[in-house]
T-cell receptor
């Protein structure tokens, strides 16, 4: 079974630009979560999608947005990039959430964004 | 704010020694999970312990959970150079009115010297 695939792996943008990151979850997984990882703040939860609906959202400004498609693939977008948005963006998938699930996440390798 | 906080932030040991990392958290949990991350890569799930369990083993890993103290520990026995990585604890929190989400601590950076 193929793992979680994130594209692109590396990208460089300048302040004010926007960026779109893509995530293909493990086949059959319906939940996709996004995290931002920086040396200073660690792993910060961005949002989670399940069956095309955003189920949870972290404390990030509205410049950060996401969506999920009917095939469970997900994208996140960051508009008006700032220097502080430089980070490793990690996508994780799971079969789905519910009281009976364990919530183990399967992570992709991440997209490393550098904002100049 | 972070749900989990790992201790120590960094740990350096020799191959063959045991490594112990601790995690403290703040609210009631459904389960606690440990993940590993090699430098700049994605996280890999290691082990999960439910709130009604006190200890769990998986290969060279041993996890304990003390819900009264809101703390957990991860023990790696007979460490190897390949165990060099960052280790994160993560908890399932139940925010009021929201769905479950996994919240990570800042991690312990483990270096195993050959």
């Amino acid at each position: 079974k193929a793992g979680v695939t994130q594209t692109p792996r590396y990208l460089i943008k300048t302040r004010g630009q926007q960026v779109t990151l893509s995530c293909s979850p493990i086949s059959g997984h319906r939940s996709v979560s996004w995290y931002q990882q920086t040396p200073g703040q660690g792993l910060q939860f961005l949002f989670e999608y399940f069956s095309e609906t955003q189920r949870n959202k972290g404390n990030f400004p509205g410049r950060f947005s996401g969506r999920q498609f009917s095939n469970s693939r997900s994208e996140m977008n960051v508009s008006t990039l700032e220097l502080g948005d430089s980070a490793l963006y990690l996508c994780a998938s799971s079969p789905g959430l519910g009281r009976g699930s364990t919530g183990e996440l399967f992570f992709g390798e991440g997209s490393r964004l550098t904002v100049l | 704010s972070q749900q989990g906080e790992e201790d120590p932030q960094a740990l350096s040991i020799q191959e063959g020694e045991n490594a112990t990392m601790n995690c403290s958290y703040k609210t009631s949990i459904n389960n606690l999970q440990w993940y590993r991350q090699n430098s700049g890569r994605g996280l890999v799930h290691l082990i999960l312990i439910r709130s009604n369990e006190r200890e769990k083993h998986s290969g060279r890993l041993r996890v304990t959970l003390d819900t009264s103290k809101k703390s957990s520990s991860l023990l790696i026995t007979a460490s190897r150079a390949a165990d060099t990585a960052s280790y994160f604890c993560a908890t399932r929190a139940f925010p009021q009115g929201g769905s479950e989400k996994l919240v990570f601590g800042k991690g312990t950076k483990l270096t195993v010297n050959p």
